[in-house]
């Protein structure tokens, strides 16, 4: 046998591992400067917030007085457009990926209709608040009202939607499907009553996504024309309204620090119906992952 | 003999095809069933048609007082001011910095962490890594632009003398951050993608796992490595909440990183939250603005989706 080439003789060896034990640590660090900025992140904004967090400031109105503002029109305006979006956005987000996965066949409009929703994922959200301003806004004269922001959210969201949705239905397996045809069902039969609830955990999971996207989303709704300053709850759908992402960029956007504060005390409480959103979800992925076995 | 009684049934009827076929009343009811679902599906083409319905009529109106040829050459933008500029090279420089600036960090940093993830990290560390970049990509855009203004700038001001307030570095720097999730995750499933085999057979010959990495994984993950690139630059582009609280509002013709800056997304907000009366041309600018912004992103997304299919390597 030949001794072996030189490259692998084991000074060349020895180099060559250093070399791979560098760049290990080089991307180990990359990787960890996420946590750094995340956790640096997290100890700001807690540091300039914590102190001003307080029952009233949960529920006092906006004010020119930093100290007696709050953001009780902020807080109930983001629950109100998020209970609206989500009315709008659901049936038809999953009615979409229902139709797409169960009953389409392949035809051309399904493949315009698949593509069409891929390019829309991938549509700046500031478009959204633009088509929302043409459309809703102006074309359908709701003015600046709550429901022409939530129907814009719902626009917005409704590829997360049906992309997720059709993830979740793709996940269920033939064979029940072809047993409950097997026992004389029908096509409705076979979807809304074995394949959308067998599919209901992934849904749900991909609903609670869309849902922590529409409420951290502060562009488009500027664009439609949600106002920071608010001195009262809104009623209807038809109300002018703020949220709570808009509350923060118009306190982050005045110079005086003492509305800095708000804003970081603030951005806790957003963060906050964030984690515990995302934390549903989490719980909602584990619990599928384990009740369901095929 | 005993004759049995035949039994009084009738003939059987030739079967013809109508009795196959499935009665009219359960074939309209699958029919109802399914027209609502439909005109779900359809509702995303509807949208596609209205984003581009009114992003045209918008912008058409707009190119009738204003010439094409000076929104693409004027190098300056004030449509806000007395003398009015329409000059959309000076946003699309402010966008243009921003984004470099983000690149420079999310693709180094995006990559080597997916790499890290992919073929170093050892799963319980994958557990930990995981659901933080997830956490990073779910943090509110707003939130990144009140760290940006109130953090990160005071820091970069305490290294670089000089450093205004809003600038387009540390506004760039942390949309870096932000936008690094997606191109890890992008670029880990490309790599979670190449077969076992070609890794396996790379360290039979003798290669490091640094080798293997860098000479057999990534090279065959390229098309979705550049597919992620593409989609975190487009992402960087329509990026809005950072670069309007930190990076300023003054349309300037500059690649200085350390000057306030606008870009086009900023612009569309700055001119939303004003009191500019609708219908005016300096309200239709944010609309000829907006076209420019989604016939940029629009033609990134599909090149990127075209750099997936084209050049994607099938194994088995």
């Known amino acids: 046998m030949s001794p072996p080439a030189a490259s692998y003789s084991a000074p060349h060896l020895m180099r060559r591992r250093l070399r791979g034990r560098l760049f290990e640590w080089l991307a180990l660090a990359s990787t960890v400067v996420a946590i750094v900025v995340l956790a640096l992140l997290l100890l700001d904004v807690l540091h300039d917030g914590l102190p001003r967090l307080s029952w009233s400031f949960l529920t006092n109105y906006p004010s020119r007085l930093a100290a007696r503002a709050g953001i009780a029109p902020a807080l109930v305006g983001s629950v109100a457009l998020i209970v609206l979006t989500a009315a709008l956005a659901l049936p038809t987000g999953i009615a979409a990926a229902v139709w797409l996965e169960e009953y389409a066949r392949r035809s051309w409009l399904t493949r315009v209709i698949e593509v069409n929703i891929a390019n829309l994922a991938g549509v700046p959200s500031i478009i959204y608040g633009l088509l929302g301003l043409g459309l809703f806004v102006r074309a359908l004269n709701l003015q600046r009202s709550l429901l022409a922001g939530a129907l814009t959210m719902a626009l917005l969201v409704l590829p997360i939607i049906i992309l997720n949705t059709r993830e979740a239905l793709r996940a269920v397996p033939r064979s029940q499907r072809e047993a409950a045809y097997a026992l004389g069902a029908t096509r409705s039969q076979v979807v809304w009553g074995v394949v959308v609830p067998a599919a209901l955990p992934g849904i749900f999971t991909g609903i609670i996504l869309a849902l922590s996207r529409a409420i951290g989303e502060t562009a488009p709704l500027i ?72 | 003999m005993i004759t049995l009684p035949r039994p009084e049934v009738a003939a059987p009827r030739r079967l013809r095809a109508r009795d196959l076929r499935r009665p009219l009343r359960r074939t309209l009811r699958e029919w ?114 009140y760290f940006a203004l109130l953090f990160v700038t005071p820091l970069l001001q305490a290294l670089i003398p000089g450093l205004a307030v809003f600038n387009a570095l540390s506004a760039g720097i942390v949309m870096g951050i932000m936008i690094l999730p997606l191109v890890s995750s992008m670029s880990e499933d490309a790599m979670a993608a190449v077969p076992r085999a070609l890794r396996e057979g790379a360290y039979a010959l003798g290669a490091t796992r640094f080798e293997v990495a860098t000479q057999i994984v990534v090279p065959a993950a390229l098309s979705g490595i550049v597919a992620a690139f593409i989609l975190a630059v487009s992402r960087a582009i329509g990026e809005t909440m950072i670069v309007a609280i930190a990076a300023g509002l003054s349309p300037t013709l500059t690649l200085n990183p350390l000057v306030p800056i606008e870009t086009m997304t900023a612009y569309i907000v700055q001119v939303s939250q004003g009191d500019t009366p609708q219908g005016t041309l300096e309200y239709r600018t944010i609309f000829a603005v907006g076209t420019t912004l989604f016939m940029l992103t629009l033609a990134l997304n599909i090149v990127s989706q075209w750099v997936l299919d084209r050049f994607r390597e099938e194994y088995q």
């Not at chain 2, 048609?49 to 190119?63: N, P, R, S, Y």
């Not at chain 2, 995006?110 to 993830?117: E, F, M, P, R, T």
């Not at chain 2, 560390?125 to 632009?145: D, F, H, N, S």
Request: glycine share 4%; hydrophobic share 60%.
């Open chain 1, 223 to 294: 664009v439609v024309g949600a106002v920071a300053f608010i001195a009262f709850l809104p009623t209807s759908p038809l109300d002018p309204f703020t949220v709570l992402p808009i509350q923060i960029f118009n306190w982050v956007s005045r110079p005086q620090p003492a509305f800095h504060a708000n804003a970081a005390a603030a951005i806790l409480v957003l963060l906050v119906v964030l984690l515990s959103l995302n934390a549903t979800a989490i719980v909602l992925r584990d619990r599928a992952r384990r009740s369901l076995r095929w």
């Open chain 2, 32 to 145: 109802a069933c399914e027209l609502p679902l439909l005109v779900a599906a359809l509702v995303s083409i509807f949208t596609t048609v209205g984003i581009v319905a009114v992003l045209a009529a918008e912008t058409l109106a707009f190119f009738r007082l204003v010439p094409l040829g000076q929104f693409l050459t004027d190098t300056q933008w004030t449509p806000l001011f007395l003398e009015k500029h329409f000059g959309i090279v000076v946003l699309l420089s402010g966008t243009l910095l921003t984004t470099a600036i983000a690149m420079l960090v999310a693709l180094p940093l995006g990559l080597l962490s997916a790499i890290y993830l992919s073929e170093y990290a050892r799963p319980g560390v994958r557990r930990v890594l995981k659901p933080v970049l997830e956490i990073l990509a779910g943090i509110p855009t707003v939130v990144y632009g």
